[in-house]
């Protein structure tokens, strides 16, 4: 609603604009959306997140707060921490072998790196959209329904039809889709697929959706596409989204997080970070000194 | 760029040596397809003979007498010519037929060893006038060469006109149920615990290289391990189905286990972690996506497993399926023979018509062998995708 009602102007015209920096159309926050966006509860937040891969720290002290219904970007250069960051909101750490967290991630308020709490519950709660897109090898009406089958959350076939067509519809894959619902996912095009993704992420009704790089393995018009998409998501939804593109996170996120080496150096709405950046090093990053 | 003569040279022995290593793979190649054609005309041509066996066309009386001394009801010169395996049958076959006594009857009756060999040309012990009777009865029609039946739909015999192979292929198909029973699920799921659910340690290395191990463990060995531990210590019948099948089983199961693993390292995580980060837990991304996913590829492995299992004979010495045992088993718990065993069986014998009996098992232990690769290599084709 806010993308709606703020006025956009390009960035040059913002005072305080270095030369090369940013030459993108953002979509500023007024100073009473600002405002109002402090009364915005939390969705998920880290507190003196710290995190070791075996003997290497990768996350130093993230404290961070994602808004409710909000889209949030993380910006940073490669290897900075961003993805290690976003998967320890659904605790795809675990995965990985030797790794060690310390400090507290909550999301709605629970912790949830604690040991008593259902990771498989959690993550069904947390939708996750990856870099690459990863449908299942089976039809697309499957890919749709397969969660919200094994959560157990519809009663019979016409459920499960108009679920799989509501999940498609919001995701804009349905007009391309729906006379070949029984063909495999992954006949799809990258970005028919990655949208299958998204639609799948969101088949069961998540309350975050976290997107590791979900466009940068398309081209600009899917990647337009997605980018749209997550504008309209954004208000049934709480967003966090990584993203190499600058210009991406200034178009898409309403608070933009810049992370340096395993660091949050600079967390603020996407606007004010771009144009009016308090650290150097976000600065220079933004005008692509590094990165 | 100026092409100076040394460079030419460099540039001919370079093609020279490409030319010589070429026709070293050709050569070597070539090798192997001569070697292959010579076992296989080895082997069809001394197959040959015995698809076909000799019959004599003869008059039974079934009375009184030839249902006590079955050699009664023939005629007396007739009486060197006929099987005297097939005269052992006569009275059981009255006592299940009781209207044939008293009749007499016209009938196809299975010749002597020596007569076959006789009438294929091969070396016989037949006498002159056996020799003469015989070409007389040729001419006249009554003593012919038939499509072996017999061989097919009975079992061993010490008469080896009579010997078949039935009983060891039924034995082998039993055996293979079995060995598939106990190996498969134990292998698929073993291997399943080891790559998705096993925590990456010492204990689990230990393991891995143990099962590595295990595969390259002699045959005899597992032989060794199936007569202690099946045999002696569960108690399992000797010679039986049960026996073989679980000494098989224990052999294939470290190869089932290493390309299920295999095929299951095969799946992209991101199969794994797109089920995981909806929700699923991790045994419903094995069963919904990670298995289904690895299937052909193990199901190849198996085969493949299962046709080394099929042609193995070693370890069943041990547990003493190699044996004289003529009768096809019914259950899993009677005693079997195996078609490698009865090969290798006939292989000792001194008749010489066992010669073309084993050749001609050879071919049906490699047709079905063949048939199992094939098999695996169609389901690897038609099934494994590319990510
Ligand atoms: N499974 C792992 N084991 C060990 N180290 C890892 C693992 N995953 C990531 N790392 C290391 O952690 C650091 C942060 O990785 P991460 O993937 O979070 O970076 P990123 O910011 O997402 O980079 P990119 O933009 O290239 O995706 C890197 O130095 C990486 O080498
Ligand atoms: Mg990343």
Redesign the pocket.
């Known amino acids: 609603m806010n993308a709606q009602t703020s006025e956009s102007r390009t960035i040059e015209a913002e005072p305080g604009l270095k030369p090369g920096m940013l030459q993108t159309q953002t979509t500023a926050k007024t100073e009473e959306q600002l405002q109002a966006d402090k009364a915005q509860p939390i969705k998920a937040r880290t507190r003196g997140l710290k995190l070791w ?2 003997d ?1 720290q ?1 996350l130093f002290d993230v404290d961070i707060d994602i808004l409710q219904n909000r889209v949030t970007a993380f910006i ?1 250069p ?8 976003l998967r320890c909101f659904n605790r795809m750490n675990d995965l ?1 072998d030797n790794v060690r967290i310390e400090g507290g991630v909550e999301v709605d308020g629970q912790d949830i790196n604690d040991p008593s709490l259902d990771v498989v519950l959690l993550r069904s709660r947390i939708g996750m959209v990856f870099q690459h897109p990863n449908p299942f090898p089976k039809s697309i009406y499957e890919n749709i329904a397969y969660a919200p089958r094994i959560h157990g959350l519809v009663n019979g076939r016409r459920e499960m039809d108009d679920l799989v067509e509501r999940s498609l519809r919001r995701a804009g894959l349905w007009d391309e889709v729906a006379d070949r619902l029984d063909t495999p996912g992954t006949a799809l095009s990258g970005g028919q697929q990655q949208r299958l993704c998204i639609a799948r992420a969101i088949a069961v009704g998540p309350e975050l959706i976290l997107m590791d ?1 979900p466009a940068s393995a398309l081209d600009p018009i899917a990647t337009a596409k997605i980018e749209d998409l997550i504008t309209e998501l954004r208000d049934n939804y709480t967003i966090a989204i ?1 993203t ?1 593109n600058l210009q991406q996170a200034a178009r898409v996120a309403d608070y933009t997080a810049f992370m340096y080496m395993g660091e949050l150096v600079e967390y603020n709405d996407t606007n004010t970070l771009f144009t009016n950046p308090r650290e150097k090093r976000t600065e220079d990053y933004a005008t692509g000194r590094y990165g | 760029m100026e092409f100076d003569s040394a460079f030419e040279a460099r540039m001919k022995k370079r093609y020279r040596a490409e030319r010589r290593f070429k026709g070293y793979c050709i050569t070597g190649l070539a090798t192997a397809l001569v070697f292959l054609l010579v076992f296989f005309t080895d082997i069809i041509v001394k197959a040959l003979p015995a698809l076909q066996q000799a019959e004599v066309r003869i008059t039974y009386v079934y009375n009184e007498e030839s249902a006590d001394f079955p050699s009664a009801g023939i005629q007396e010169d007739y009486y060197e010519l006929v099987s005297r395996g097939w005269l052992r049958i006569v009275p059981k076959r009255m006592r299940d037929n009781p209207e044939l006594m008293g009749t007499t009857e016209q009938t196809w009756a299975l010749a002597t060893d020596g007569v076959d060999q006789y009438l294929k040309g091969q070396y016989n012990k037949l006498s002159e006038e056996e020799q003469a009777l015989a070409d007389r009865m040729v001419a006249a029609g009554n003593l012919r060469l038939a499509f072996n039946t017999g061989f097919f739909t009975t079992g061993d015999s010490k008469l080896p006109e009579m010997a078949g192979l039935w009983a060891s292929l039924v034995g082998s198909i039993y055996v293979m149920i079995l060995t598939f029973l106990f190996a498969f699920p134990l292998g698929v799921m073993t291997a399943v615990y080891l790559e998705e659910f096993a925590p990456e340690n010492k204990l689990t290395q230990l393991i891995e290289v143990n099962i590595n191990n295990l595969a390259a463990v002699p045959s005899i060995i597992f032989g060794l391990l199936g007569l202690a531990v099946f045999i002696n210590f569960f108690g399992v019948p000797r010679s039986t189905v049960l026996a073989g099948g679980l000494t098989m089983g224990i052999m294939t199961l470290p190869l089932i286990i290493i390309s299920a693993r295999a095929a299951l390292r095969a799946v992209p995580d991101s199969i794994r972690q797109g089920a995981l980060a909806m929700g699923a837990s991790r045994w419903q991304m094995v069963k919904d996506h990670v298995l289904p996913l690895a299937m052909p590829g193990v199901l190849t492995g198996t085969i493949i497993g299962m046709a080394v299992a099929i042609g193995e004979t070693a370890p069943l010495l041990i547990i003493g399926m190699v044996a004289y045992i003529p009768n096809a088993p019914e259950t899993f718990t009677d005693a079997a023979t195996v078609l490698p065993a009865q090969i290798y069986t006939w292989a000792g014998e001194p008749e010489r018509s066992y010669v073309s009996r084993t050749a001609l098992g050879i071919m049906v232990l490699l047709t079905a062998m063949i048939t199992m690769n094939a098999t695996a290599v169609y389901l690897r084709n038609r099934f494994t995708r590319r990510w």
């Open positions: 891969y075996g290497t990768v940073g490669s290897g900075c921490g961003k993805s290690t960051l990985v790089e990584v190499h």
